[in-house]
């Protein structure tokens, strides 16, 4: 049609009285008249009747590449095809638009005109979007926004420790994580906000209506939605965001991404926080640099200013007058203080109170503390090393002291952060290859016993989510994290003896004699046999507990299961948590001659021992995670 040779003005209208001949509309724009670029005048999208920039501007796109652009577009009920050629006429680039009306009787059949149009959409869509989130993709947003001015809430969102819940659960988590999370933030949208997934982790959010006051709050009101969503299938998962946001009025777009790109690596230096322009902090706002930063806690201004002057030089300082404005922020800046100075005898809560606060909510993990006080008696510091402090220092204050015990300190926890990091990821490899081998296992034991391959998984995923929720509400079961994933683990093999049950019983497709059932029951016993007979396993724990669950899982809590009909606690809690998943998968499954029933009857069933006796704290449990069981039961398994 056109091409990017330099032609005259005279040419150019030439060409343009042509083509007006076929086309309805032909005109020529500028470059500052094409949105993204200078507005002068009108905009070039008035000529179609909007108040606001289109959505895949052709003529932009043009411009950008050098060369041409088609597409095909309703205004009103009408559909028009618009093509956009890159032309340099007297030296100066333009673009050359076209458009015409599409008639319908004459290019297409009725049978097929709403395919084309809805192949043109599908198209559009599997173009523009996130396969795994459904959120618009960056190269959406570099065709559509990149380029552009607008009046809006931009905001930039990182989720936290998303790599760390890959290494930890793999990459299934991961991915699953974020789906979780767009999901989330796409159920608050409104139809003009746009959610794009930017790089990786990182979400994209525009906000087109939005009020500048309005911005922060929004913000505040995403992160707590995201911090309180459930991750299906992965209930030790909790989800946060460091999120940093900017309100433009009429300015560039790539410009605010790369702000609110900058204010978000701030808000990870303290995890789960929202950072905005208009944003006050509320107390000492720590420095947002590479050094390390001390936290000084004396109620005392002239202590603290001593010790700042002692440390400035090579940490940064913040400081709180009190032990409440101490923990405050603590909780704010979880991750952005990496040591605490703290004086035993202040007005409100003294500084061993602070400290047992830190210990239990776990913060001495993280952050040391080293204690202060003009106290130097033996009781006194015994009681601040019991308290778990790192340090102590006497005062009066000698410099060279201070600084080298701060300095020693940190470099002690870093240490034992990095030797952690590398147990942690020995132990999650380790894990993978135990986790291999069971899965290779459990999918022989499904094919010969004629399962479904979810079954095992199911099992496992129910038994975890079970006894994750059983220890948040009672600590009547010693379940530490470890016992309850070998707990989780052991769990896929509790069918394993019927790898000795004839195919005849197994897999029959008649309804089994009494004389078959009883055969069948045997499985219980063979399979804990089969780990009996592991005489050089015997005594480690994952066999222990397999073999609890493999022989006892089918008890009932009133004593009416096999084989032993034990009967209450006598039941070892590993088989009552497994025998209620496998209770349930069975019932919403089918099994044997039973048709499988929903989500919902399944636990009614249950929790009116229609189904089976079991302990009344389990069931509790399965009632208050039901939401979650059902929505994991409905996802495609995880890798085992």
């Given amino acids: 049609m056109t091409s990017k040779q330099d032609r005259t003005r005279e040419q150019m209208e030439e060409e343009m009285r042509q083509f007006r001949r076929v086309f309805a509309t032909v005109r020529l724009l500028k470059a500052e008249e094409i949105q993204g670029g200078k507005k002068s005048g009108k905009p070039c999208y008035a000529q179609w009747r909007r108040s606001r920039p289109c959505e895949n501007c052709v003529a932009r796109q043009a411009l950008e590449s ?8 309703y205004l009103g009920k009408e559909l028009y095809e618009i093509t956009a050629s890159c032309v340099v006429v007297d030296g100066q680039t333009c673009v050359l638009e ?12 009725p049978e097929n005109s709403g395919r084309l149009i809805s192949n043109i959409t599908d198209e559009r869509e599997r173009r523009y979007r996130d396969p795994l989130t459904g959120a618009y993709n960056r190269a959406y947003y570099d065709e559509n926004f990149r380029t552009r001015t607008m009046t809006a809430g931009v905001a930039m969102l990182d989720l936290d420790d998303l790599k760390f819940s890959s290494d930890v659960y793999g990459s299934d988590a991961g991915s699953t994580v974020l789906e979780t999370a767009a999901g989330t933030i796409r159920r608050g949208l409104t139809e ?8 990786g982790g990182k979400l994209l959010l525009l906000l087109p209506d939005i009020r500048q006051e309005q911005l922060s709050p929004r913000l505040e009101q995403i992160r707590l939605q995201l911090q309180a969503a459930s991750v299906p299938g992965y209930s030790r998962i909790r989800m946060s965001a460091s999120i940093g946001g900017v309100w433009i009025d009429d300015e560039s777009v790539d410009d605010a991404v790369q702000h609110a790109e900058r204010l978000m690596h701030y808000a990870r230096l303290q995890k789960n926080t929202v950072i905005t322009e208009r944003q006050p902090e509320p107390y000492a706002v720590l420095p947002v640099h590479h050094r390390q930063s001390v ?12 010790l700042a002057q002692m440390l400035n030089s090579q940490f940064d300082t913040a400081e709180a007058a009190c032990g409440e404005d101490c923990l405050r922020l ?19 809560i003294d500084g061993f109170t602070v400290l047992e606060a830190m210990s239990q909510r776990g913060m001495l993990e993280d952050i040391p503390v080293i204690m202060i ?6 009781d006194t510091v015994r009681r601040a090393f019991d308290l778990g402090a790192s340090d102590y220092i006497s005062r009066p204050f000698d410099a060279k002291v201070v600084y080298q015990r701060v300095t020693n300190t940190i470099r002690m926890y870093a240490k034992q952060r990095r030797l952690s990091a590398m147990v942690a990821d020995q132990v999650s490899e380790k894990e993978k290859r135990s986790q291999m081998m069971i899965g290779i296992l459990s999918r022989v034991v499904e094919r010969r016993n004629g399962e479904t391959s979810t079954h095992v998984q199911h099992i496992r995923t129910l038994t975890g989510m079970l006894l994750d929720h059983l220890a948040q509400k009672t600590g009547r079961y010693p379940l530490t994290q470890e016992m309850r994933r070998t707990i989780s683990m052991a769990s896929v093999l509790h069918d394993i003896g019927k790898m000795e049950i004839g195919e005849h019983v197994l897999n029959s497709p008649e309804p089994r004699t009494p004389e078959e059932e009883e055969a ?37 809590y009133d004593g009416s299961g096999y084989p032993d009909q034990l009967k209450g606690e006598q039941i070892p809690i590993a088989a009552q948590v497994v025998g209620l998943a496998d209770a349930y998968e069975t019932l919403i499954t089918g099994g044997g001659s039973q048709p499988p029933v929903p989500h919902a009857a399944a636990v009614q069933m249950l929790c009116t021992a229609e189904a089976g006796v079991f302990n009344p704290l389990l069931l509790d449990c399965l009632q208050e995670i039901e ?11 995880e890798g085992l």
């Avoid at 050098?66 to 577009?73: A, D, I, P, R, S």
């Avoid at 003009?192 to 790089?199: G, P």
């Avoid at 939401?627 to 039961?633: G, L, N, Q, R, S």
Wanted: charged fraction near 35%; aromatic fraction near 4%; hydrophobic fraction near 40%.
């Fill in 66 to 73: 050098g060369g041409q652009k088609t597409k095909l577009e």
């Fill in 192 to 199: 003009k906000d746009r959610l794009i997934r930017f790089d």
């Fill in 98 to 109: 076209l458009s015409r009306k599409m008639d319908h009787s004459i290019l297409l059949d």
């Fill in 295 to 306: 936290l000084i806690v004396d109620d005392s201004a002239m202590n603290r200013a001593l």
């Fill in 330 to 348: 603590l909780e704010q800046n979880p991750t952005g203080i990496s040591i605490v100075l703290l004086d035993i005898h202040m007005t409100g």
């Fill in 627 to 637: 939401a979650e069981i059902d929505t994991a039961m409905r996802r495609e398994p």
């Fill in 373 to 378: 006080s003009s106290e130097d008696n033996v």
């Fill in 520 to 556: 069948m029951r045997q499985h219980t016993l063979l399979g804990a046999r089969m780990l009996e007979e592991l005489d050089a396993y015997r005594d480690e724990d994952f066999v222990r507990v397999a073999y609890q669950i493999c022989r006892w899982h089918h008890e009932r």
